[in-house]
């Protein structure tokens, strides 16, 4: 496997109910590596330009008015296949079929209120850790376990 990186974000309700440290806790445990972390409250244009593939959809001003109404956690994760892992730990986007265990099937309450976000796919995810973050934003280092692991 190729080493990758994704964008999660922890959306208002997330940081609203005081998830932030258990959401981090999960993907630091699976061994993920965290290279990007800021928290901000999304502006209108910078929500329309995420969720950008849904505007003809009629459920967009609300993803976009729900984003941008209140502080959001921004992450870059990155490790070996780190985006197809991410999105099992997130668990599936209707809480009531996420499975228990992952973080919406644990978390969530409904759909509209989800918790997390994580890219779906390399492009998604170079595309939305480019919207989200400039280059000198992003940390690159090494743990210093990372000679105990085994290949």
Same mark, same amino acid.
């Given at each position: 496997m190729t080493l990758e990186r994704t964008f999660v974000?922890? +959306?208002? %309700? /997330? #940081? &609203?109910r005081g998830l932030i440290s258990e959401i981090l806790g999960r993907f630091e445990t699976k061994g993920f590596k965290l290279v990007g972390l @800021? &928290?901000?409250?999304p502006s209108k244009e910078l929500a329309? @330009?995420?969720? /950008? #593939?849904? @505007? %003809? !959809?009629p459920f967009f001003s609300g993803l976009v008015d729900f984003i941008t109404s209140g502080p959001v956690v921004a992450m870059v994760w990155e490790g070996e296949g780190v985006i197809a892992s991410a999105r099992k730990?997130? /668990?599936?986007? +209707?809480?009531?079929e996420a499975e228990?265990?992952? *973080? !919406?099937? %644990?978390?969530? #309450?409904? *759909?509209? !209120?989800n918790v997390i976000h994580g890219s779906? /796919?390399?492009d998604t995810a170079a595309f939305e850790i480019d919207l989200w973050f400039q280059k000198n934003e992003l #940390? %690159?280092?090494t743990p210093s376990d990372q000679s105990w692991r085994v290949e």
């Open positions: 974000a922890i +959306k208002p %309700d /997330g #940081v &609203q @800021k &928290q901000l409250t329309e @330009k995420h969720y /950008g #593939v849904h @505007k %003809d !959809r730990l997130i /668990g599936a986007t +209707k809480p009531l228990p265990g992952t *973080i !919406r099937g %644990d978390l969530a #309450v409904n *759909i509209g !209120r779906d /796919g390399p #940390v %690159d280092w």
